[in-house]
């Protein structure tokens, strides 16, 4: 297998009193696709906030690269733009263009050449079938669209890893998919991805290890094959549950 | 068509009279305005610091300065200050003070308001982007911020400008107290004219204020 990307070690984070993470070490390796799942509030999203330090941690290592990441370190502006992040919300930023959104950070933070980023960024939005809305506000965009532009955002940075926090979570249905093709295009070019997320046929499909988070700890780290069809703890065999028991009794609810 | 007096504004000097005294409200709230609109800024961004002293001093004095009627404020300062420490303020001074010191309040406030209306999430995501601090105030946050605060502002100026319709209450000569003279000095003459004089000063005061609160509309539609 490809070389570590990503090492957390021993992580430990805490909201005051309340325990999130308590000793949670993983490994990313080079081009790996890692879906995390487990009940809401078990810190799912936390864990890719810590990641990339939007979270200080209370115990712990987080290495990209072999450089330790730390909130309010002093080279994390350059991790970071390691690190892309496509978030919930979207957050694409409301004052700038589609174009502008996708130019500003690789031009203002890497400092590169305005025609090469725009090259690149017009590329992509052709790939996510947005290149006509390059100069549209976020606010005309709809939600799917304002996702795969955060995506592109993310992607002109050149990060070495992508975290997608719940990202089809805030989406109407027909969108969720437009969105969700991209990232499985993603991880069939092969890019390091963490993918927080609720979709579980996506999850099965995009994933090549996925890992069941629930009361600070991981607490089963498989194959999706594995981890779908033959789960081995009761938390996860009663969280994959409550997916089958929701679409039988939308179905009841038709008749 | 009742008799509205309109004559007596073209008696004399009286025409140039209350156009000299709108001139005198203008120039009182331009100067006002001038002056609290970067001190506002200035207080309205450490209103947004976590610092407790900061934040309770700044809210005392924004409070005091919007529970007290203007009126009151014009009185304190112009009456108040020569019975306390013996200062002569004239009229004009006195209002500027005032004007500004409500001024300043109200606009920290709406660069306090404008300032954590943005998201969190927006410092977030352009620091997950690699922004630094400095570098997210600067592209994100500031040009986000202006653009919530420039209709607003505007609004303060309009609000500003009829306030000074009450200082004439300090004796300072404008617009409304020009238009209070030329109807006593013609009560013989033209009884009527209150209602025309008054009509007069309402049209400038919509003259003055209307196009600034066009500004203000076009901007808050165009950044929407």
């Known amino acids: ?255 | 068509m009742p008799d509205l007096g309109l004559e007596v504004l073209f008696k004399g000097k009286n025409m140039v009279r209350i156009l000299g005294g709108l001139g005198v409200a203008l120039q009182i709230s331009l100067i006002s305005v001038c002056i609290s609109i970067p001190l506002g800024i200035l207080l309205g961004a450490l209103m947004t610091w976590r610092n407790p002293v900061t934040k309770a001093i700044l809210r005392l004095y924004l409070e005091i300065i919007r529970i007290m009627p203007q009126m009151v404020l014009l009185f304190l300062v112009y009456f108040g200050t020569t019975r306390a420490f013996g200062w002569d303020l004239s009229g004009e001074a006195s209002a500027i003070i005032v004007f500004t010191l409500w001024g300043t309040a109200e606009m920290s406030d709406l660069v306090r308001g404008a300032l954590i209306s943005i998201p969190v999430h927006q410092y977030e995501s352009s620091a997950a982007l690699g922004f630094t601090k400095a570098q997210t105030y600067l592209y994100i946050i500031i040009p986000q911020t202006i653009r919530r605060l420039i209709p607003l502002s505007i609004n303060l100026i309009t609000r500003m400008i009829k306030t000074t319709s009450l200082i004439l209450m300090i004796g300072v000569v404008e617009v409304l107290k020009v238009a209070q003279q030329i109807i006593e000095a013609n009560r013989m003459a033209s009884p009527n004219a209150a209602f025309g004089v008054y009509l007069t000063v309402l049209v400038l005061y919509f003259i003055a204020c209307w196009p600034i609160s066009m500004l203000a509309k076009y901007l808050e539609k165009r950044w929407r």
């Open chain 1, 1 to 255: 297998m490809a070389e570590s990307l990503l090492t957390i070690e021993h992580l430990t984070k805490r909201f005051g009193d309340a325990l999130i993470f308590d000793d949670l070490s993983l490994t990313v390796r080079q081009g790996e696709v890692v879906v995390v799942v487990g009940p809401s509030g078990c810190g799912k999203s936390t864990l890719l906030r810590c990641i990339n330090a939007l979270e200080p941690i209370q115990g712990g290592t987080i290495r990209l690269e072999g450089e330790t990441v730390e909130h309010k370190g002093k080279n994390l502006p350059e991790l970071r733009q390691k690190i892309g992040m496509v978030f919930q919300s979207y957050e694409l930023f409301p004052h700038l263009t589609v174009l502008d959104n996708i130019l500003l950070a690789p031009m203002k933070v890497q400092k590169r050449g305005k025609e090469d980023v725009k090259k690149e960024a017009l590329e992509w939005l052709e790939r996510v079938g947005l290149k006509e809305k390059a100069n549209s506000y976020p606010r005309q965009l709809s939600g799917g669209q304002k996702q795969r532009v955060a995506i592109v955002r993310a992607l002109c940075m050149h990060p070495e890893i992508l975290l997608f926090d719940e990202v089809t979570a805030a989406l109407d249905p027909e969108m969720v998919r437009e969105v969700l093709d991209v990232m499985l295009d993603l991880a069939r070019q092969g890019r390091t991805m963490i993918i927080v997320t609720h979709e579980m046929q996506f999850a099965r499909a995009v994933a090549d290890r996925v890992i069941f988070i629930d009361d600070g700890k991981i607490l089963e780290e498989a194959t999706p094959d594995e981890f779908f069809e033959a789960p081995k703890t009761e938390r996860a065999k009663k969280f994959l549950n409550m997916f089958e028991f929701h679409r039988e009794a939308k179905q009841d609810d038709r008749k």
